[in-house]
């Protein structure tokens, strides 16, 4: 199984990015700046290759079935929605992959504001975990920050933190090697049933719950620490 291959540290890790907007695209910039291969796909492949075109031989662009299908870890870069769709249509595919799900339940209303897409007691993290055959290994992760904090805050000193979420040793250690190429320090703040305090609205590991801030390790422990007592 490629996905156990990757605990090996010697072995190259091809990452597929589903989504090349303002996460996907910011993602993929940082693993490929790290030296990490990545096949990156959108609904418009013009839009992926034009990605895959500036960042050069370690990218490519693919169909969505393509991409998962030759990587080892699958990051789904779009909307929820789009996310369950995605998921339900390529069930197959994921098997045995490492499944990256950094969406937020979030929807805009015409006037732009912005509102809760699921009840307050379910995560899109539990709901994409839901979905995916039993044999892939699941985190939530790259999520926490708004992408202009995701790419201004990589490879500071300290390393600035992204915590994720995952019941799976495989999902953890691969999750670990892409959060740190990416340029941050990964904490695991527990499992999928933890996932909804990585996500906004209302999570208070989200960046959003944390005043905007970015947080290094030493901050982070003390955030999750400090778990927020909701009404
Ligand atoms: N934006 C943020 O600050 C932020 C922060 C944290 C988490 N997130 C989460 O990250 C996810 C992506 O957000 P984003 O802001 O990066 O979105 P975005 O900029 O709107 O990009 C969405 C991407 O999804 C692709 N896409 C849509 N339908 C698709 C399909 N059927 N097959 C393949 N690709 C498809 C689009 O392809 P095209 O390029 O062809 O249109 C586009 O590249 C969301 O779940 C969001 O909640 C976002």
């Known amino acids: 199984m490629r996905a156990q291959q990757q605990l090996g540290k010697g072995v ?10 303002n996460i996907g695209g910011t993602l993929a910039r940082q693993l490929v700046g790290a030296g990490t291969p990545v096949i990156v796909a959108a609904k418009d492949e013009a839009n992926a290759e034009a990605l895959a075109n500036e960042l050069g031989p370690l ?7 393509d991409a998962i299908a030759s990587a080892d870890a699958v990051v789904f870069a779009v909307w929820l929605d789009t996310t369950r769709e995605l998921v339900a249509k390529h069930a197959s595919l ?3 992959k490492v499944v990256v799900d950094p969406s937020n339940p979030i929807g805009f209303d015409a006037d732009g504001q912005m509102s809760r897409t699921l009840p307050d007691d379910q995560s899109a993290g539990a709901v994409v975990a839901a979905l995916l055959p039993a044999s892939a290994h699941f985190v939530k992760a790259f ?3 708004s992408a202009p904090a995701l790419a201004s805050g990589a490879n500071r000193e300290p390393r600035a933190v992204l915590f994720y979420a995952t019941d799976d040793d495989t999902a953890a250690t691969t999750i670990q090697r892409l959060v740190r190429a990416a340029g941050f320090e990964p904490l695991r703040a527990g499992g999928v049933a933890d996932a909804g305090r990585l996500e906004a609205p209302g999570g ?3 960046q959003f719950g944390l005043n905007g801030e970015l947080v290094d390790l030493n901050q982070a422990h003390a955030a999750m620490a400090m778990r927020k007592v909701t009404a």
């Open 143 to 145: 999520g926490t920050l």
């Open 94 to 96: 994921l098997e045995n």
């Open 59 to 65: 990218a490519r662009a693919a169909s969505v079935e």
């Open 204 to 206: 208070d590991l989200h």
């Open 12 to 21: 190259r890790l091809t990452t597929a990015i589903i989504g090349v907007g």
